[in-house]
């Protein structure tokens, strides 16, 4: 389910006091990166990666690779960093607003 721009509103407000917890650095997305983002969404839903990428290109193809492998919503991207959402189904952390 896509999110709203209210809960998009109000994902930001939530991340923007958050560390990234992901650092992908020169080898790009591996698998074992994949797996991490995957564990940190299952505990946290809401967290910062920093992608450490050459330019805008690198970096937006990298996005698009994690909102598709990790099903993952984009929350923001701010310069080197992104914000990614996905819901845990088991355990809710996060209670977003509804329209």
Do not use: W, Y
């Amino acid at each position: 389910m896509p999110l709203t721009k209210k809960q998009i509103r109000q994902l930001k407000s939530l991340v923007h006091h958050l560390n990234p917890v992901v650092i992908v650095g020169q080898n790009g997305l591996t698998d074992a990166v994949i797996n991490e983002l995957d564990t940190t969404l299952n505990t946290h839903e809401l967290i910062k990666v920093r992608l450490n990428a050459g330019d805008r290109e690198e970096r937006q193809a990298m996005i698009d690779q994690i909102c598709s492998r990790c099903n993952t919503e984009l929350v923001q991207t701010i310069g080197h960093v992104a914000a990614f959402f996905r819901r845990n189904a088991d355990k809710p952390v996060i209670s977003l607003t509804r329209d």
